[in-house]
């Protein structure tokens, strides 16, 4: 190359340099947010122990890194190379199916009981469940478990090749046999999901997602509904679905593991569906309700179950943060008196998919214990 050709290529490579640095410093290019769980680094504190340690060297580091110019950019472009190439899925936790199915690693593992809690745990907190229904009931409210339907049980055709296997009695399976035994309410959309999935017009899970599609969520809020007539006697509000409109643009969950990919090309083009809901709650008598549940119900919330099905129904998340319809603001747990609001409430419902298994049910089988 001539002396002309490598001062051109200099400059060229110093420009490619720079431009991270003028990004740094200017954001003049808006950049897609990452999503998932993550932090950005803080910028330290400049200190003589720090210093002389190394360790606001190393913190240093770390800012400048989460804060580069392009810095998103790169990291969804090493993301997309891992996927496209290499078949790994640079997220925590999460596994790349046959077809592009994705999944998390929980849902796998519980679907094939990898783990599995044992019968004598799962008895036992059956056991706290029957104690607590008993209670609720002598007080005249209504008791019922959800199971959530799970990615696992629902997909298992499209598991990784390492994860073919099942080896047995699974945490749910067990759950619901001892539910049978002492009588705790429950209703298994696990189950009814499977039974629908060659049967349904529209898909139930969708291929990139953990939760259930949109559409299965406006099945689960009708039968939800309709369960609490049946076991209160009361009049609860219908839902009316309207028609159903076919989309590739996903809304809610629909497409909630795909996103924490970070990766630049979508992985998945089917055609989703999504109906108007509207819930006819005119002359109804609302109950109150406390529903103490995972991720899953977040949908539900998210289009009105609490407010419009309930009165203001309160949404315990993990048992461990409060959402009430028009409040923004969770609230802590530790500044709630859990006893006081079971006893104030008509309706009790604790939901949990295959995945949480070992978190059900968040610690509130052992409120009633005492009294």
Not at 173 to 199: A, C, H, L, P
Not at 212 to 225: I, P
Not at 300 to 311: H, I, P, T, W
């Amino acid at each position: 190359m001539s002396r002309k050709g490598l001062h051109i290529a200099s400059w060229v490579l110093l420009g490619l340099l720079l431009v991270p640095i003028f990004q740094q410093l200017t954001g003049v290019v808006h950049e897609r947010k990452l999503k998932g769980s993550f932090s950005i680094a803080q910028v330290p504190n400049l200190n003589a122990e720090g210093w002389f340690k190394g360790t606001f060297q190393d913190s240093l580091e770390d800012a400048v890194s989460d804060r580069f110019g392009f810095h998103n950019l790169f990291i969804r472009v090493n993301n997309q190379v891992a996927f496209s190439l290499y078949r790994k899925a640079l997220a925590s936790g999460v596994e790349i199916g046959k077809e592009n199915y994705l999944y998390e690693l929980n849902y796998i593992l519980a679907h094939q009981g990898l783990d599995y809690l044992g019968d004598s745990m799962i008895e036992a907190t059956t056991a706290k469940l029957a104690r607590l229904q008993q209670y609720l009931g002598e007080k005249g409210k209504t008791f019922v478990v959800v199971f959530a339907a799970g990615k696992g049980t629902f997909y298992p055709e499209y598991f990784p090749d390492k994860f073919s296997k099942t080896t047995g009695l699974n945490n749910q399976e067990s759950y619901t046999r001892y539910f049978e035994e002492y009588g705790v309410n429950y209703i298994d959309f696990n189950q009814w999901f499977r039974e629908m999935k060659d049967t349904s017009s529209y898909i139930l899970y969708p291929r990139t997602g953990i939760h259930w599609s949109y559409y299965g969520m406006t099945l689960v809020a009708d039968s939800l509904a309709r369960y609490l007539e049946a076991v209160t006697g009361e009049d609860f509000p219908d839902i009316e679905r309207g028609p159903v409109k076919l989309s590739r643009h996903y809304r809610e969950t629909d497409d909630d593991i795909e996103r924490a990919l970070n990766i630049i090309f979508r992985v998945n083009y089917d055609k989703m569906a999504y109906p108007d809901i509207t819930f006819h709650d005119e002359g109804v008598e609302k109950k109150k309700a406390i529903i103490i549940a995972d991720s899953f119900y977040w949908i539900l919330f998210n289009v009105g179950y609490s407010e419009r099905m309930f009165d203001k129904g309160e949404f315990w998340y993990y048992n461990q943060e409060v959402y009430i319809p028009g409040n923004r603001n969770a609230i802590q747990m530790q500044d709630v008196d859990q006893l006081e609001k079971l006893n104030n409430t008509d309706i009790v419902i604790i939901m949990g998919t295959e995945a949480t298994m070992e978190k059900f049910p968040f610690g509130i089988e052992t409120l009633c214990l005492s009294e």
